[in-house]
């Protein structure tokens, strides 16, 4: 069974960073794209960033672009998310989807972060 | 990139009574590989979200057989046969076709 496990959230102050991981199991993780999505408090679900299986080619949505950067380390099967240069806008609960276009596989409870000072 | 409309944003809906939600995309959704990677997700109240359909219509594991989904190219619809009082929450259409992937603005389902 797909499982997929966020952590690395927390209170950061403005202009901060934070990495947050996702730990993957359940299927043979470097053959599927990932991404990262987020949802800020009361809003709707956001795509962040998304990354190919090899790890070759990467994509960022425009507000996180120069900002964050998506890797991950199919060696452990665990997808990253860099995020630097922290805005109050980037509070969020963050989720590494379940794999693949189609999606299929239940979501994690995802990893939650503060931008405040 | 892409644009996800979801019509209603709002739906009260009465116990045992259907529901429908419609996603329409600016662009065609089909991938070069010729599938449509055209997904619902429900949100409960305090959950993450929930994949409830992929590629259009494949309900997913332990979905129940009320929720249905249908549509081709731009125009998409999900469909809850009989409304249950589970069924509360916020129900997006995803695309997966076109980097950057993208939601729509999300649907609530509520009971009248």
């Known amino acids: 069974e797909v499982q997929l496990l966020e952590s690395g959230g927390g209170l950061v102050q403005p202009g901060g960073s934070l990495r947050l991981s996702c730990a993957a199991s359940?299927?043979?993780?470097?053959?599927?794209?990932m991404s990262w999505v987020r949802q800020a408090p009361g809003k709707g679900l956001e795509w962040v960033s998304g990354i190919s299986g090899s790890g070759g080619s990467t994509y960022y949505a425009d507000s996180v672009k120069g900002r964050f950067t998506i890797s991950r380390d199919n060696s452990k099967d665990t997808l990253h998310l860099q995020m630097n240069s922290l805005r109050a806008e980037d509070t969020a609960a963050y989720y590494c989807?379940?794999?693949?276009?189609?999606?299929?596989?239940?979501w994690g409870p995802g990893t939650l972060v503060t931008v405040s000072s | 990139d892409i644009v996800m409309t979801q019509t209603p944003l709002s739906s009260p809906v009465t116990l045992g009574q259907p529901a429908s939600i419609s996603c329409r995309s600016s662009q065609s959704l089909v991938h070069s590989d010729g599938n449509t990677y055209l997904s619902w997700l429900q949100q409960r109240p305090g959950q993450p979200p929930r994949l409830l359909i992929y590629k259009i219509s494949n309900r997913f594991s332990g979905v129940p057989d009320r929720f249905s989904g249908s549509g081709a190219g731009t125009d998409f619809t999900l469909k809850i046969s009989r409304v249950e009082a589970e069924d509360v929450g916020v129900y997006y259409c995803?695309?997966?076709?076109?980097?950057?992937?993208?939601f729509g603005q999300g649907t609530k389902l509520e009971i009248k």
């Open positions: 989807p379940p794999p693949g276009s189609s999606g299929e596989g239940y």
């Open positions: 359940g299927f043979t993780f470097s053959t599927y794209a």
């Open positions: 995803t695309q997966a076709t076109h980097f950057p992937y993208t």
